[in-house]
């Protein structure tokens, strides 16, 4: 018993000495004696309050007045893009409509080509049949003069040997 009654001495006792160990070992704030100064340094920082309170009143006004300048850009701005979209809108059918006018016209172009295109073939068929008629006419008299041409040689030659 009296084993167990050192052991648990020497453990209470190397528990004591391991707590002060810990407690001499970690700093300490170094105590003030000066209750005037604690004082005195209260008051300056109580009686400095209404100037940080203006400083922050200022900062708030300051800030108020940069978010209504910023509010005031943002409605500018969005009216600036209301504008715009309504610009755009009036492009957009300004585009629609002449997109429609060039498709007509572009019609109207392809309409008068296929038009040229069949008054020339018309033309160029008339110049054919009369350079054909023409031609068969003079081919006619060209014929008949050297037919006749022909039979005069024969009928001289004819007449030379009688």
């Known amino acids: 018993m009296k ?3 050192m052991s648990k001495l020497i453990k209470l006792l190397s528990s004591a000495l391991l707590l002060f160990g810990i ?3 970690l700093p300490a704030p170094a105590a003030q ?3 005037f100064s604690d004082i005195y340094k209260g008051l300056q920082n109580f009686s400095e309050l209404p100037g940080e309170v203006n400083q922050l ?3 708030y006004q300051q800030t108020v007045d940069e978010l209504q300048q910023t509010k005031n ?3 500018e701005t969005t009216q600036a893009l209301g504008q715009t979209l309504q610009e755009m809108e009036t492009y957009r059918t300004q585009n629609e409509a002449l997109q429609e006018q060039n498709r007509q016209l572009s019609l109207v172009v392809d309409e008068l080509k ?3 295109t069949a008054r020339e073939n018309y033309y160029n068929r008339i110049k054919v049949t009369v350079i054909t008629g023409v031609a068969l006419i003079f081919g006619y008299f ?3 003069r050297l037919l006749r041409f022909a039979m005069r040689y024969r009928s001289r030659r004819s007449d030379r040997l009688r």
């Open 142 to 144: 060209l014929l008949t």
């Open 23 to 25: 407690t001499a070992a």
């Open 114 to 116: 296929n038009d040229r």
């Open 73 to 75: 850009e943002l409605g």
């Open 3 to 5: 084993k167990h009654v």
């Open 33 to 35: 004696a000066n209750y």
């Open 57 to 59: 009143q200022e900062s």
